[in-house]
């Protein structure tokens, strides 16, 4: 799949470098636990009853798109948060995260790049966003309520950080979510949310449908 309708001005130079990309990892709270998928495609919780699953898709050069579905294959209605988590692989002291609230998005600055951070689930519009440290991901301090599922906010960090977006998803039996999380990287805040705009609205291109 391919955007189509990007403006020909933010289109691919064929002689810029591609940076180092943002590492995604995914995640799940549940009943005050967090489940996270290093290094693999699919996770089951809860003996089976729910499923997280993710999948890169082909979108455009510089779109990095996944989408995550979660399935409840249990009998009862469960409420979960789906994470979202993505950091520099090789994070510098001077590199900025910060969340933007007029563009409800991530910026990852570095010293070359920017990269956007977005996602969109069909049946939760709302998301959190947050940056914080990134040795803080494998540990209860992303909270500030654990037994909510609600996370600490921070607007801003710098250096080795992670930010994370959640999207709180009610499923009852046998029905699955949908959430789409893309990273965008250019040179201009300018160019990625005309890019971002354009994924937004060229649902042809949008893998949720």
């Known amino acids: 799949m391919n955007i189509k309708t990007v403006p020909k001005e933010i289109n691919t130079k064929s002689n810029r470098k591609i940076p180092k990309q943002l590492e995604f990892i995914p995640g799940l709270w549940l009943d005050g636990s967090t489940y996270w998928l290093k290094g693999v495609s699919e996770k089951l919780i809860l003996d089976g009853q729910l499923?997280?699953?993710?999948?890169?898709?082909?979108?455009?050069?510089r779109i990095r798109f996944y989408t995550?579905?979660?399935?409840?294959?249990?009998?009862?209605?469960?409420r979960a948060k789906v994470l979202a988590m993505q950091h520099h692989p090789e994070p510098a002291k001077s590199d900025f995260t910060f969340v933007s609230p007029a563009d409800n998005v991530i910026f990852h600055l570095t010293d070359d790049n920017i990269f956007m951070v977005n996602g969109f689930c069909k049946s939760t519009p709302e998301k959190?966003?947050?940056?914080?440290p990134f040795w803080n991901i494998n540990s209860n301090q992303i909270w500030s309520s654990r037994e909510k599922g609600?996370?600490?906010?921070q607007p801003m960090a710098k250096g080795d950080t992670a930010g994370l977006l959640s999207f709180d998803v009610v499923l009852n039996p046998k029905e699955t979510a949908k959430i789409g999380i893309w990273s965008i990287y250019g040179e201009s805040k300018s160019e990625l949310l005309a890019l971002n705009k354009s994924l937004l609205k060229n649902r042809l291109a949008f893998p949720l449908e």
Do not use: D, F, M, R
């Not at 995550?68 to 009862?76: D, F, I, R, T």
């Not at 959190?128 to 914080?132: D, K, M, P, R, S």
């Not at 609600?150 to 906010?153: A, R």
């Open 51 to 61: 499923l997280l699953k993710i999948q890169q898709e082909h979108v455009h050069s």
């Open 68 to 78: 995550l579905q979660l399935s409840n294959h249990g009998a009862k209605t469960k």
């Open 128 to 132: 959190e966003c947050t940056i914080l």
């Open 150 to 153: 609600s996370l600490k906010y």
